[in-house]
């Protein structure tokens, strides 16, 4: 590739792994930062994420060096990594990505995500995920977002699927897990003419009553 052409490829890419603050009721992605540090810690405690052997939660003395890895990554522009704060206490609640970034393709993937257990199921999660699509099909006009998960983690799945992410395929053996064991990865997505429908379905469900 020419010297002229790969400045273009890095500017683009720029442009789209650009830090933004995304808000929606009762809750905000930002960039992740170490000053997050300590309310993720605390989210980590509450449920003792580390311990599902089928997730990559850090444990909390590992908070800090999972930042750093993510913000590794986003320098060199291969992720876009944000902290989830909960808008009523104003603390970081998780982390979540924009990753596995295709901008020649316009694809990404939005992984690398966990919540405290006391904000599962309250409909936060369904809020973060309007935002970072929105952005992902409105702003970056994505042609595909993808979601991917371990096959036992079905409360992820099962998430997933609720979003209106349609299931693709299982990657059998896809990769060799921290504690040795084999990976079998299913792949969700959303495709850009579902999108204003699983806009309009993610909207009530975001909006109704709990």
Not at 123 to 141: I, W, Y
Not at 169 to 190: A, E, K
Request: proline share 4%; charged share 20%.
């Amino acid at each position: 590739m020419c010297p002229i052409c790969q400045a273009l490829k890095k500017a683009y890419l720029m442009a789209w792994l650009a830090p933004i603050t995304l808000k929606g009721s009762g809750v905000r992605v930002e960039l992740l930062d170490q000053r997050h540090h300590d309310d993720l810690v605390e989210a980590t405690k509450d449920g003792e994420l580390w311990t599902l052997w089928y997730t990559s939660v850090p444990e909390p003395e590992g908070v800090a060096a999972e930042i750093q890895r993510r913000l590794d990554l986003f320098a060199q522009q291969l992720m876009l990594p944000f902290a989830i704060i909960e808008e009523s206490s104003n603390k970081a609640v998780g982390m979540t990505t924009f990753m596995n970034v295709d901008a020649s393709s316009r694809r990404l993937e939005i992984g690398s995500t966990w919540l405290r257990k006391s904000v599962q199921g309250t409909g936060l999660n369904t809020q973060c995920k309007l935002l970072m699509l929105t952005h992902a099909f409105e702003v970056m006009d994505c042609i595909a977002v993808e979601f991917c998960t371990h096959f036992f983690n079905r409360q992820s799945r099962a998430g997933i699927e609720r979003l209106g992410a349609k299931l693709d395929g299982i990657l059998r053996n896809h990769q060799i897990s921290p504690n040795g064991t084999l990976r079998d990865t299913c792949v969700y997505s959303i495709i850009a003419s579902e999108w204003p429908t699983v806009k309009t379905h993610l909207t009530f469900q975001a909006t109704r009553p709990r």
